[in-house]
């Protein structure tokens, strides 16, 4: 039975991540077509960390005002 609880939170955490997108990608549609890249991921919507000899390049969301959108608010 245990099982299907952590399914089901599985799939609602991925709807909220989903909404979480969709509203942040609305967001930055209000700005029109012309609306300029972010500052800090230069409109990828992500950085990229830093490798070093014992840990693997990782991909965040940009923290920054774009919030992974890519584009300034």
Known sequence: M???GEADEML???DREDKRREMLERRARMGG????DC???GGEG???SQ???????LKHDCPG???GTGVQP
């Open 33 to 36: 077509p012309d609306v300029e």
């Open 46 to 48: 992500f950085l990229l």
């Open 2 to 4: 245990s099982y299907s």
């Open 39 to 41: 500052e800090n991921c």
């Open 12 to 14: 609602y955490k991925q």
């Open 65 to 67: 005002r774009c919030l």
């Open 51 to 57: 490798a070093t000899w014992n840990s693997p390049v």
